[in-house]
């Protein structure tokens, strides 16, 4: 059967589903973007993800088309529609297709809201086990990262590095510093027990992944500290690992082809990733 996405309030097959060459998303990436994961045929700390939405298109002065009570409604008959069990739901609100390409924003334009599904066993996924590879790059990206806008070109870039490098993550370099990869959060363990990642601000984007992770680690008395940290760092650290919301807790093994550690998972992490399962099943909806 064919998958079942959402466009401006009608449920339509995939192939089917279609913005406007107008589309602001489209000509300026005028728009944001969230991605939820789904465990079971439910939504993994939508809350935030909803929340992140919520400030997100404040910041760029975009009115959401729906409540975000319905978007999670919206969200959810998607997931049933689609029988998906283990996945994500994509969603992006753009400010609408306007009559031409005028850079300032059009009126009485209506947003568009489009949403699709794709399948993935995040909780078995291999990588959770071998860890994965990273390589870094330099951040060329605007000055607000806090927004999740969805103009990713820079973050195209870093990827596809990424990937011609047969890595699974690029981190990105800013003033000597990593400031989160190209889609996850960043976190190293340092020699003395202490988990550290970079502090939230307008140089990164404020992980929901990151966020839950940092609550319950701190529930459990680990320590955790909100710092900058280099890659000179992270390859002496004890354990390296990045969150996200279709990754969950992944180790990372290798940076530049250097080993962290021992080159191996390790037992923090793991540890995280478990944790963090168990949060995500208890309170998915
Ligand atoms: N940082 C960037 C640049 C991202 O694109 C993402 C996710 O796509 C993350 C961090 C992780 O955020 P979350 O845990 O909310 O998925």
């Known amino acids: 059967m064919e998958q079942i996405a959402y466009v401006n309030g009608s449920f339509v097959p995939l192939s089917e589903a279609k913005v406007s060459i107008l589309d602001r998303g489209f000509l300026f990436a005028d728009g944001i973007y969230e991605v939820a994961a789904v465990l079971d045929g439910k939504l993994i700390d939508n809350a935030s993800h909803l ?12 009115a959401l088309p729906e409540t975000i009570a319905r978007i999670q409604e919206i969200q959810q008959e998607l997931v049933k529609r689609n029988n998906l069990v283990n996945g994500m739901v994509y969603l992006e609100v753009t400010r609408g297709a306007d009559t031409g390409r005028d850079f300032a924003f059009p009126k009485d334009v209506k947003p568009t809201l489009i949403m699709f599904t ?54 990105m370099i800013e003033d000597g510093k990593v400031t989160e990869g190209g889609s996850s959060s960043c976190f190293i363990l340092t020699q003395d027990d202490v988990i550290v990642t970079r502090q939230n601000g307008s140089e990164i984007l404020p992980g929901c992944t990151r966020k839950a992770v940092v609550a319950l680690a701190e529930e459990r008395q680990l320590r955790v500290e909100e710092r900058a940290f280099s890659v000179e760092e992270a390859l002496a650290a004890k354990e390296a690992f990045i969150t996200s919301a279709s990754l969950f807790v992944q180790a990372v093994v290798s940076i530049d082809g250097k080993k962290v550690a021992d080159g191996k998972p390790g037992p923090m992490t793991n540890r995280l990733r478990e944790i963090y399962v168990e949060f995500a099943k208890a309170t998915a909806v």
């Open 51 to 62: 929340a992140r939405l919520e400030r997100s298109v404040g910041e760029i002065q975009l």
């Open 118 to 171: 794709s399948t993935k066993d995040i909780v078995n996924a291999p990588s959770a086990k071998t860890g994965i590879n990273v390589i870094t790059v330099p951040d060329l990206r605007w000055t607000r990262r806090d927004i999740k806008s969805v103009a990713l070109l820079a973050q195209v870039l870093a990827k596809q590095a990424a990937a011609a490098a047969g890595a699974g993550e690029a981190w």
